[in-house]
């Protein structure tokens, strides 16, 4: 495996090959964290995209990318991503593709499909020992549709099919591929480039099965200001909220742990979707269950 | 049959405004159908939303092309012919714009047949996709114009419509939509119903109708790369970022890096430049700069100073 040539900050481009002009709304985390990862991940790739809301990147006869893009329903990405991948293989197999044309098969769903309706697709291509990187834009909810709940909705937070709060608790996908035993599993964040960029670079020169799970600060799911996409995400790490680790080799790290956690309210107060949590006679005895949840990983990571 | 449309920006609350009317309007005794009316754009972007009211069933289905009353949120709209704001107007359409000008200006400005009338803008906001209530006041404007709607039914379609906001915010609303109504009181029934047209008398509005091909030829492929450049989602902005080049420390990859639209290169010398013609305002290279070197300065100003040919 190639060590990371990125050192500093200044070893990030400086110019980005994902194309402007996309439909996706002002401060869109997801998109922050994609236009960082397509820079590593370069042209020579097919996208598989999943229904969501990144389905509007492509919007015939515009696209942001460089290279291919293929769309699929909500939960068959991996299943397409296979039939590029073999499509491929045969080619170069039977000498009709040059092997330094080959393409990297890359998925691109958001968490609806990665957590809940992808998840048997997603599974299966892991099994299979299927060579793609899969690139999950974590948002939280349905955010194309009005933020409905999803899988991946934390705890406690509002949607709009959950207006009391979410009942239930963020699936681990981390840990569900990591149980799988793929080569390479690892999460990331727009607000963190450095990092980000390191592992998507670690990803691209493996090959297997490889998730790269981007949380997506989403101004208009969780209602905050655009302008702060990339503080609600750094906060995000070093409240402790999204821990940034990598699965490699059977081992989990992490990187960039925060060595002093800030308290889990300074994230959750700069969103809308967290608001009922602070009114006077709400719910505030969430915010020290939220607190006590982030404590108990890192008391888990750190023992 | 009443043909109403309501034209703002994402964000703006023209998808409740034609709620709040459509609701006003059933309570009158109307047949009602309203919908907001947007593509693959978000916040920021010009929508629209239209509502039809009529005493017989509605069978009518689709935008309005010819409205009798187009409501317009933002100025900033009228300007951009993407917007549609001018569509189909006729000299019976009342076309009314929430605006700090005048009657006389707009009327001389756009030189339309039917009548034009100003519903003053509350205050001055910097950032215009944040139009305080802009959406209720629409609505409550709206109300008074068709001339069928009591005021006390415009104030329980404001409260049924927004029932799920706290109390304090309703109350506001209502109090918008109410002073909406009595501020455009003097043009009371001054929008006048359009018959009703039957489906044989349907004239296909004058956009091309794609012809079906051999799928060979018609599927969706693109053969180009990054043509997304072509759409120029510069005009969602409201806000404008402007980089002080004298503060700039040239990092070389703070701005570029966060901006999500690759919108901000840097030239080899390590010079950010900002590209207007796709930046959507959404100001993260404002809040991330770290030597606080690029501000914000609202969109109108900055096209007022490129009409003037001010430096902005």
């Known amino acids: ?303 | 049959m009443y043909r109403i449309r309501f034209h703002g920006r994402g964000g703006q609350g023209m998808k409740t405004a034609s709620r709040i009317l459509g609701s006003a309007f059933f309570r009158a005794g109307y047949e009602v159908q309203d919908a907001p009316r947007y593509g693959a754009e978000r916040r920021g972007a010009p929508i629209f939303a239209y509502v039809r009211a009529a005493r017989e069933p509605i069978n009518e289905r689709g935008v309005i092309a010819e409205p009798d009353l187009v409501i317009v949120a933002d100025e900033s709209l009228v300007g951009i012919a993407a917007a549609g704001v001018c569509q189909g107007l006729s000299e019976r359409s009342v076309l009314l714009i929430n605006s700090h000008e005048d009657v006389a200006t707009w009327t001389h400005r756009l030189n339309l047949a039917g009548p034009v009338l100003v519903l003053p803008a509350r205050e001055a906001v910097a950032d215009r996709a944040e139009l305080p209530f802009a959406g209720t006041a629409c609505a409550g404007a709206a109300a008074v114009l068709v001339g069928v709607i009591p005021r006390d039914g415009l104030e329980a379609a404001v409260r049924e419509e927004l029932g799920s906001l706290p109390q304090q915010v309703i109350d506001q609303n209502v109090a918008v939509a109410l002073h909406a109504y009595d501020e455009m009181r003097d043009h009371a029934g001054l929008v006048r119903e359009a018959p009703t047209r039957s489906a044989k008398d349907y004239e296909p509005p004058a956009w091309l109708e794609p012809v079906f091909e051999d799928a060979r030829h018609s599927a969706p492929a693109i053969h180009a790369a990054a043509t997304s450049v072509q759409v120029r989602t510069g005009l969602w902005r409201t806000l404008r970022p402007v980089i002080d080049y004298d503060r700039c420390n040239k990092c070389w990859w703070v701005c570029s890096t966060f901006c999500p639209d690759s919108c901000i290169s840097v030239t080899d010398d390590g010079v950010p430049e900002i590209d207007y013609d796709h930046c959507k305002g959404c100001m993260i290279c404002v809040a991330k700069c770290p030597p606080h070197a690029i501000g914000a300065i609202p969109e109108t100003d900055a096209r007022d100073a490129a009409l003037t040919g001010e430096p902005s």
Request: charge should be negative; charged fraction near 20%; proline fraction near 6%.
């Open chain 1, 1 to 303: 495996m190639k060590e990371s040539v990125l050192k500093r900050m200044k070893d990030l481009p400086s110019s980005h090959l994902l194309g402007a002009g996309t439909p996706m709304c002002a401060g869109c985390g997801g998109l922050e964290a994609l236009h960082e990862i397509y820079d590593q991940v370069g042209a020579k790739s097919v996208f598989v995209n999943a229904a969501g809301c990144m389905t509007l990147l492509a919007t015939y006869p515009f696209t942001p990318f460089r290279g291919s893009w293929l769309y699929t329903a909500m939960a068959s990405a991996p299943a397409g991503a296979q039939g590029v991948r073999d499509a491929l293989d045969i080619l170069i197999d039977s000498g009709r593709l040059p092997p330094d044309e080959d393409l990297a098969t890359v998925v691109l769903t958001g968490d609806g499909a990665a957590y809940g309706m992808g998840l048997s697709a997603t599974s299966g291509a892991i099994e299979r020992g299927l060579d793609f990187l899969y690139i999950c834009y974590d948002n939280e909810g349905y955010a194309n549709t009005g933020q409905q709940a999803s899988a991946a909705t934390p705890h406690g937070a509002q949607t709009s099919t959950t207006t009391l709060g979410y009942a239930g608790y963020k699936k681990d996908l981390f840990g569900i591929w990591a149980a799988h035993r793929p080569t390479y599993v690892a999460t990331v964040i727009g607000a963190e480039p450095l990092d980000l960029a390191r592992k998507v670079q670690k990803a691209m020169s493996l090959a297997g099965p490889r998730l790269i799970l981007a949380l997506a600060p989403c101004p208009t799911g969780w209602d905050f200001d655009p302008q702060y996409t990339a503080d609600v995400g750094r906060l995000a790490v070093q409240t402790g909220i999204w821990p940034l680790k990598e699965y490699v080799g059977g081992e989990v790290v992490h990187t960039k742990a925060p060595k002093q956690r800030l308290p889990v309210e300074e994230y959750l107060r700069l969103q809308g979707r967290y608001a009922h949590l602070f009114e006077a006679g709400g719910q505030a005895g969430l915010i020290d269950e939220i607190q006590a949840r982030v404590d108990a990983y890192w008391d888990g990571v750190e023992r």
